[in-house]
């Protein structure tokens, strides 16, 4: 173990961190419509603890290259502790502006938007200054690409080897190798982040969007973190003349970013004989349909609604389900129980790996079918020699095993944690549904879940440690 190397890469992302919150303290400064200095201070203050704090590691670390490449044992390390850090250094604005959040509620709402799950113990988001609201949703930014690969590029520059890094942060499988080609993807996925979020923010500016709302709700909807400076999320343009078209466009990009995003580099490169073996997008977009067409078609069925509006919500809430954003628009707390056991196997697939959504991903589910299918066959058919594919690769025996073993692991893990909130939660008159719910909700990174903890709720009411 290289604790020096670990600390100094550590100082240098918690420095980034800092950056950031001092760009969102000069905004709440000099902010026109809401110059708050309570807030500008509270940013400043964080920025200045957060700054010093990464200083103290940098120089712990050492000036000079220690390493010329890091070990995946520092890799793996240096993730894990990265997203603590920034979760803690995070929630310190919370602290020190009003209306204020405690240390546990702090630490809550700063690592739901570092990890990009979107769950809130804000009661009231509308009572907080636009600087905290920026700060709030800059969190997702930086957290929905993976805060380490945002700046895996950096790393090599200052002469430390990236690629354990890249590899133990991100969920990207390309073939990427050497140091070269890893720079240059995550460049590459760099600019493909940003300019979606662009050019989303662009398109809500059109619609009527301010720009400080406009720029909020991209950065969510890229990172599918489902932030927004709003109490009732998106459902509060719903009512709005062209509300169908604002929900449309958010809807179409948490869609674009729930699909592995090396398909957007692979059409940058023009290597079009690649991208018709991705099968994710495919399996993404039919299950998205056909879970949208049903949820629609049983609510007209059953006049619950009209099938035009029936689908007009079901696109986006599956949509958001799916890509593990959670913004809000229909509560479909108050849809039949059958369609939000559709939405919870939707919360549990997510969306596809290499993208900014959570969940068990898409990939591992083909794996998980095919390998099934595959074990069915050979019941009937032993003598035959069957292969897996998967995006035009073969799938080994060791690598359906482990898609096994994370799927067993992960089902193990929301059984787990459901029977542990139900302990701690014991005597609150929480039910069942929303213990599951809870669970749903943090574990693949949703953010609403069911329940007490459904689109119209959040989590302030859970006991504190």
Known sequence: MNPRLVSRILGILIMLEAVAMLGCGVFAR???????EAAAAALFMSAGVTGAFAVAMILAGGLRNVVDRIPRREGVLIVGLGWLLCSAFGGIPYLFCPPGLNWAAAFFESASGFTTTGSSVMTDIEAWPRGLLLWRSVTQLLGGIGILVLFVAVLSY??????????????????ESGMARIH???????????????????????????????????MTAVSTGGFSPHNRSIGFYSDWGNGWLIEMWITIFMFLCSLNFLIYVVILRKNWKRLRQEEDAKWLAGICVAFILIIAGG????????????????????????STTGFGTADYELWPAWSKVMLALLMLMGGCAGSTAGGFKVGRLMVFLKSAKLEISKTFRPNIVFRVFVNGNRIDDSSRARVMFFLTLYLMIAVFSTVVVGFLEAGTGIDLETCCGTVLATLSNIGPGFGTVGPTENFAHLREP
């Open 158 to 175: 200052l002469g430390l080897g990236s690629k354990s890094l890249f590899m133990n942060e991100s969920s990207f499988r390309g073939g």
């Open 299 to 322: 609510r007209a069925f059953h006049g619950d609604d009209t099938f035009t509006h029936a689908l007009r919500d079901a696109s986006f809430v599956v949509v958001t389900i799916v």
């Open 184 to 218: 240059d993807t995550s460049l590459a996925l760099l600019r493909i982040y940003l300019g979606l979020c662009a050019a989303c923010a662009i398109g809500l500016r059109m619609m009527g969007f301010t720009w400080f709302n406009a720029w909020c709700h991209s």
């Open 30 to 36: 000099f902010d026109v419509l809401e110059g708050d």
